[in-house]
C-alpha cells in the first residue's frame, strides 16, 4: 500500500522506507499544526492495469468535477484562514492544511490516510519501530461512510482524529471499532427515526424502499426499517443500486418502482446513485410518486432538473449562513488557479475554457481573461442554502479548539498566549477534541460519547415557485433533544407528489372501520389484510383494531358492532300478551272456584251437598282457588321474596288441595265399607280424623319447604346461558332437593288419590264420585308427568310459563272434573237432587 512504511535490512542496518508512489495533496498549506482534509470532488478512478514489472503509478481521478464538494473543500480553506487570522482561537498559531480527493473509491480514501499520518517524503528512520509523529494532527473527512469507515480504521490505531462532515452510516459510533471518529453530522439512527416518524405522521403504512448498495445505503435502511416496523410501517420492496451498476440492474430497479401498488418510496440513497436513477425513471410514463429523501440526496441542488419529481419532501441538515463564505468562494482568478492543478480543472469545467499552459481539451476555446466567478450559478457559488458546508465549518473550528485547549492558556485580565513548542500528539487533540463544548455564528458544537452531535433536521419540500423554479423549502423540523411533543413539527403547508395539495394515500389495504378487526392476510406483511366483522357480543369501537373486545357479561353488542349496550332483560310480565293470558285463566280460575263455593253454599242443605262431606268439599275449593291464585306470583319481575313465595306458597297449597280429594277419596270408599254388616269403619275415619289427616298432610309439606327455605332458599338469577344477546330473569330453586322433595310429595299424594280412587270406580254411581276423583287425577298426574321434560328443556321465561300452566291445568281439571258436573245437577237437573234419587240403585259404570 503506497504511504505505508515497511521495515528493511540496509548497508547501514535497519532502516524504515516509504513504499509506493505518494500521490500529492490537491491544496495545501504549512502550518505550526498541520489539518487533514479529504472530499469527493471526483467520483471516478482511472483503470489501469499493473504489469506487475514496475512500480504503480499514483491512482488518478476522472470524470466530472463535483463543484459540492469544491465547495466543501474550500470552505475548509476559508475556515482555517479565518482561524489564523483571529485572535481569540489560537493567536499567533498558524494552522496548515492538506486536501485530498477521494475519488470516492475506498482504495485512495485508504492510501491517503496512510499518507496523512506518515507523510510523503522518502526519509529513512533510524529505529526499528519505524514511529513518528503523524504528519497531521487531524483530519476533516470523507463525505461518503464507506471511504471514511476505511480511512478510520487506518487513522485509529494512530490515534489520530477524523472528523466528518458527511459520514453519517451509524455504524460509526461505534467506538470499539472507531475510537477516534467524531462528526459534525447527525448520525443516520435519528434519521432513520425520524424519517418513520414522518411516514407514519402522514399514515402511509405501504411504502417502497430503494437504497445506495453501501455502508451508507445499507446501515441507513436496516435502521430505517427496523424504526419503520415499530411504527407498523410495511415495505413492498427493498431495492438496491450503486452507480456504477449495469444499465439492467439499474433497468430492473425502475421497473420493480413503477409496477409497485405503493405510492410512497424511501430512498436512503447517496446523491450520485440517485441521479442514476432519477435518470431512469425521468423516462417512463407512471403515476407521481411521493418520495421521501436522505440527507444526501433531498438537499442536492443537482436533484431539481427533475421536476417530474417535485413534492419530494426529507430531511436536511439545518441551513446556515457563514458570514465572508461567499465573498471567498468567488475570490479567485486566473492567476491563483495557475498554481494549483485542481484549481485549474475548476476553472476550466465551470466556464468550459482551457487555461494557458494545461493541456487543451479537444473542442475547447482558451480561457480568455474576462471569466468571473460572480457571472457564474452552479452548486459552488451557491450559498443560499449552506448546510454540508456549516458541517465543515464547524469540523474545522472544533479541532482547532482542541488544539487551543491543549497549547494556550486563558487567564483573565492577561493575554491569551499560545506555545507552539509544545509537541502536540494526536493523542491530546482526541481527548480534548470530546470536550469541546462553542458556539459559532450562533450554532453550537459539542459531541456526547459517541462523537455525535445533537440531532437536528429541517424537513424540506421540493417546490414549484411561482416563475416555475423548483426551490426548497422549509416546512418543518426535527430535534431529538426537544421535549417530548416538539420533537418533530410542521410548520408549512406542503406540496405533494404531482404537485398536489392533498396527502397522497399509500396503504395495502384500506383501513378497517369500527366493528371490524384486522385479519392478516395469508403470506403477505401485516399491512395487507382483510376487515373481518366482530362476532356477537364483540366490538372495536376504534378504526384499524387489532382484536375484538368481549363485551362484559351484562352487556351484548349492536348491530354496528361498535359499541356494547345493556342486554335486555327478559321475565314473564303482566304487559307481555302470555303473562296476559296465563294471569287472566288464574283469575278465571279463582272466580270460578268462588262461584261454585258459592252454589255449594248457597245449596249446602241439599242430598248432593251433603253427600260428598260438604265440610271437605268447601276445603277443596278453598285450596283450589289458592292454587289459581299463587299461579299469580310467578308472573312480574322476580324477587327474592317472589321467589321464596311462588314455590312454598304453590307447594303447600297443591298438598291441601290434593289431601282434600284424598280424604274425599277415603270417606266414599270407607262409606262403603261402612254399608256392609258388621262394619265400623268410619268409626274410625269421621269428620275429625278427615281434618286431622289434612292437616297432617299439609303440615308435611309445610315442614319440608321450611327446611327447605333454612338451607338453601330460591333466589332471583340472571340466566345468561340460553340466549346471549339477553338475559333471562328468573328465580332459581336454590336447592335442588328441595324443589324436588316438595314435587315429589305431591307426586306421592297424587299415586295414593288416583289409587284410592281406581279401587272405588266400581261403586254405586248415586254414591261414588271416586270415578270423577279417578278422572281428575289422571288428568293431574299426566299434566305432571308431561310437566318435568316440558319444565326442564324450556328456555327462559317459557320454564315459568310451563310451571304455571301445570298449575292452571291441574287445577283445573279437578274443579272441572269434581264439582262442575255436580253443579250441573244442582242447577239444572234439581229432580236428581233428592234424597230418594241419592239413595237409589243403579247398575255400576267403569270408567
Not at 17 to 31: C, E, K, M, N, Y
Not at 420 to 425: F, K, L
Not at 771 to 797: D, E, Q, R
Amino acid at each position: 500500500m503506497a504511504g505505508a512504511l515497511t521495515l528493511s535490512k540496509g548497508g547501514s542496518g535497519s532502516e524504515c522506507t516509504l513504499q509506493g508512489t505518494p500521490r500529492p495533496a490537491s491544496l495545501s498549506q504549512h502550518g505550526d499544526f498541520v489539518l487533514g482534509g479529504v472530499f469527493t470532488i471526483h467520483h471516478e478512478l482511472i483503470n489501469t492495469e499493473n504489469n506487475y514489472t514496475s512500480q504503480p503509478k499514483a491512482p488518478q481521478c476522472t470524470g466530472r468535477l463535483d463543484f459540492r464538494q469544491m465547495r466543501f473543500a474550500r470552505t475548509m480553506v476559508f475556515a482555517i484562514k479565518e482561524i489564523n487570522n483571529s485572535s481569540e482561537l489560537l493567536p499567533g498559531v498558524t494552522l496548515g492544511y492538506q486536501i485530498h480527493d477521494s475519488c470516492a473509491s475506498v482504495p485512495v480514501a485508504v492510501k491517503v490516510a496512510f499518507q496523512l499520518a506518515n507523510g510523503i517524503e522518502p526519509v529513512f528512520f533510524p529505529n526499528r519501530s519505524c514511529s513518528k509523529s503523524a504528519t497531521v494532527h487531524a483530519v476533516v473527512g470523507d463525505s461518503n461512510s464507506t471511504p471514511t469507515i476505511a480511512m478510520s480504521r487506518i487513522l485509529g490505531p494512530f490515534s489520530i482524529s477524523q472528523v466528518s462532515y458527511f459520514a453519517t452510516c451509524a455504524c460509526l459510533s461505534d467506538k470499539l471499532q472507531f475510537p477516534t471518529f467524531s462528526r459534525t453530522i447527525p448520525s443516520d439512527y435519528y434519521q432513520a427515526a425520524a424519517l418513520a416518524r414522518l411516514v407514519k405522521h402522514f399514515g402511509w403504512t405501504w411504502i417502497g424502499a430503494v437504497r445506495s448498495d453501501s455502508d451508507y445505503g445499507n446501515n441507513g435502511m436496516a435502521a430505517f426499517l427496523q424504526a419503520a416496523q415499530a411504527e407498523g410501517i410495511c415495505v413492498e420492496y427493498s431495492e438496491a443500486l450503486y452507480r456504477t451498476n449495469p444499465r439492467t440492474k439499474v433497468r430492473r430497479v425502475a421497473e420493480v418502482i413503477s409496477r409497485s401498488t405503493a405510492r410512497v418510496i424511501v430512498a436512503f440513497i447517496d446523491s450520485g446513485d440517485m441521479l442514476v436513477l432519477l435518470s431512469e425513471l425521468e423516462g417512463r410514463l407512471m403515476a407521481p410518486l411521493q418520495w421521501i429523501g436522505s440527507e444526501d440526496w433531498v438537499t442536492d441542488r443537482m436533484m431539481l432538473q427533475f421536476r417530474l419529481f417535485a413534492g419530494t419532501i426529507g430531511f436536511g441538515i439545518p441551513r446556515s449562513v457563514i458570514p465572508g463564505l461567499r465573498d471567498f468562494l468567488l475570490d479567485l482568478g486566473p492567476a491563483q488557479v495557475s498554481h494549483s492543478p485542481l484549481l485549474t480543472e475548476f476553472w476550466e469545467s465551470a466556464f468550459g475554457c482551457s487555461l494557458g499552459g494545461s493541456q487543451t481539451v479537444a473542442g475547447q476555446k482558451p480561457c480568455d481573461g474576462n471569466q468571473n466567478l460572480q457571472d457564474l450559478q452552479n452548486p459552488y457559488t451557491d450559498t443560499s442554502q449552506l448546510r454540508i458546508s456549516n458541517m465543515v465549518y464547524k469540523a474545522v473550528y472544533a479541532i482547532a479548539h482542541a488544539i487551543h485547549s491543549i497549547i494556550c492558556k486563558d487567564e483573565p485580565k492577561a493575554p491569551q498566549h499560545c506555545n507552539t513548542s509544545i509537541q502536540v500528539e494526536p493523542l491530546q487533540v482526541m481527548e480534548h477534541l470530546r470536550k469541546v463544548n462553542f458556539s459559532r455564528n450562533g450554532y453550537t458544537v459539542s459531541f456526547d460519547a459517541n462523537g455525535d452531535p445533537v440531532a437536528t433536521y429541517e424537513l424540506v419540500n421540493w417546490q414549484v415557485t411561482r416563475n416555475g423554479h423548483m426551490e426548497f423549502e422549509t416546512v418543518g423540523h426535527y430535534d431529538a433533544s426537544a421535549p417530548d411533543g416538539q420533537v418533530f413539527i410542521i410548520k408549512k403547508n406542503i406540496t405533494w407528489a404531482g404537485s398536489q395539495l392533498q396527502v397522497p394515500v399509500s396503504v395495502c389495504s384500506e383501513s378497517c372501520p369500527p366493528g371490524t378487526r384486522k385479519a392478516v392476510q395469508r403470506g403477505k406483511p401485516v399491512c395487507c389484510y382483510d376487515c373481518v366483522p366482530c362476532a356477537e357480543g364483540e366490538i372495536s369501537n376504534a378504526t384499524d383494531s387489532l382484536n375484538c373486545i368481549t363485551c362484559p357479561a351484562d352487556y351484548w353488542s349492536n348491530a354496528e358492532k361498535d359499541e356494547c349496550l345493556p342486554k335486555p332483560v327478559e321475565f314473564l310480565s303482566f304487559h307481555e300478551v302470555l303473562g296476559i293470558i296465563l294471569a287472566a285463566c288464574s283469575v278465571i280460575g279463582a272466580c270460578l272456584a268462588i262461584m261454585v263455593a258459592s252454589v255449594f253454599y248457597r245449596h249446602r242443605d241439599t242430598p248432593i251437598v251433603k253427600a260428598n262431606n260438604s265440610e271437605l268439599s268447601f276445603l277443596l275449593l278453598f285450596s283450589l282457588k289458592l292454587c289459581f291464585l299463587c299461579s299469580l306470583t310467578f308472573i312480574g319481575q322476580p324477587s327474592e321474596w317472589s321467589c321464596m313465595l311462588r314455590h312454598t306458597a304453590f307447594g303447600i297449597t297443591f298438598v291441601l288441595c290434593i289431601s282434600c280429594v284424598l280424604g274425599k277419596t277415603i270417606v266414599v270408599l270407607m262409606a262403603f265399607r261402612a254399608t256392609l254388616p258388621g262394619s265400623n269403619v268410619m268409626k274410625w275415619f269421621g269428620p275429625s280424623q278427615q281434618r286431622l289427616s289434612v292437616l297432617a298432610f299439609t303440615l308435611i309439606q309445610v315442614l319440608i319447604c321450611v327446611l327447605w327455605l333454612t338451607t338453601s332458599p330460591p333466589f332471583p338469577y340472571k340466566n345468561m346461558k340460553h340466549y346471549k344477546e339477553k338475559i333471562i330473569l328468573e328465580c332459581d330453586v336454590g336447592s335442588a332437593v328441595g324443589f324436588w322433595a316438595v314435587l315429589s310429595y305431591i307426586g306421592l299424594l297424587s299415586i295414593l288419590c288416583f289409587g284410592f280412587a281406581f279401587l272405588a270406580r266400581k261403586l254405586p254411581d248415586n254414591f261414588n264420585e271416586a270415578k270423577l276423583i279417578t278422572f281428575s287425577m289422571l288428568i293431574f298426574c299426566a299434566v305432571w308427568i308431561t310437566f318435568i321434560p316440558a319444565y326442564v328443556s324450556s328456555p327462559g321465561k317459557f320454564t315459568v310459563a310451563v310451571e304455571i300452566f301445570a298449575i292452571l291445568a291441574s287445577s283445573f281439571s279437578l274443579i272441572v272434573c269434581i264439582f262442575v258436573p255436580k253443579c250441573f245437577i244442582i242447577l239444572f237437573q234439581p229432580e236428581q237432587n233428592t234424597k230418594k234419587h241419592m239413595m237409589g240403585k243403579m247398575p255400576s259404570k267403569s270408567l
